[in-house]
């Protein structure tokens, strides 16, 4: 199973998980959590946001769950939070979205 920054964070904090490996082809949370016959609150997605100085925000949160830019700007003392386009998700992480 490759090694990836969450399976990192999560092995340095001592937490228990399991790690599946999903088909190779652009999936949601949804498709995952059917595949895995899982609810999709026990699969988790990685958003990408970006704001306006500084490097972009990685929120990892369950999979039925969105990302409430207002809250994670004011947790971050930021003026505004925003969601990058797919292209843009991908040039910053390196990773295709989806998958």
């Known amino acids: 199973m490759p090694t990836n ?5 999560l092995d340095s904090r001592k937490i228990k998980y399991t790690a599946h ?3 190779p082809e652009k999936i949601g949370a949804v ?5 895995l016959n899982v609810p999709e ?16 925000v990685l929120a990892v949160i369950p999979g039925d769950r969105n990302v409430d830019l207002k809250s994670l700007a004011s947790f ?14 991908e040039t910053l992480t390196g990773l295709q979205a989806g998958g």
């Open 5 to 9: 920054n969450v399976t990192r964070f």
């Open 21 to 23: 490996e999903l088909p």
């Open 31 to 35: 498709e995952a959590a059917q595949i």
């Open 41 to 56: 609150a026990q699969v988790f997605k990685t958003i990408v946001t970006t704001r306006e100085k500084g490097k972009p």
């Open 76 to 89: 971050l003392n930021e003026k505004k939070m925003s969601l990058p386009t797919q292209k843009e998700a």
